[in-house]
């Protein structure tokens, strides 16, 4: 079985796709030049490497007939990200929904009509010191 190791986000306006994967996720980029792209394209790193991790994408200006993205982006505090999904150009197409022994998701559209996946992982449930 194949793990996803690299995606890619077109973008109708780089710079404002940048502002908020920015903003919401903390997402670094880096413009590079790529042999054969003739757009403009940005490396996408989106937190250190680790194991069981996608830490590496690409942005570039959406082509005619380019398709949608869709991933999930794992997020430490949904309700913070939730909260400047449309102060930065977004909207939230789905409400959270919580996934016994996941975490809670959530699905937004970005500022550039993109779908994504928000995912807050489920704390680790401590046994109560009076269970036995």
Not at 32 to 51: C, D, H, L, Q
Not at 73 to 101: C, W, Y
């Amino acid at each position: 079985m194949s793990n996803i190791s690299y995606f890619e986000v077109p973008a109708d306006d780089v710079s404002r796709a940048k502002k908020f994967y920015t903003g919401i996720l903390g997402w670094d980029f880096m413009r590079t030049k790529v042999p054969g792209i003739p757009v403009e394209y940005w490396n996408i790193t989106t937190g250190k490497s680790r194991k069981d991790t996608l830490n590496m994408g690409g942005l570039y200006q959406r082509r005619e007939g380019s398709s949608r993205m869709l991933m999930y982006a794992e997020v430490k505090d949904i309700d913070k990200a939730l909260s400047q999904v449309e102060t930065l150009g977004g909207r939230i197409l789905n409400p959270k929904m919580a996934l016994p022994t996941v975490g809670i998701l959530v699905t937004i559209i970005d500022s550039e009509g993109n779908l994504i996946g928000l995912w807050e992982k489920e704390k680790e449930r401590h046994p109560s010191p009076y269970s036995r």
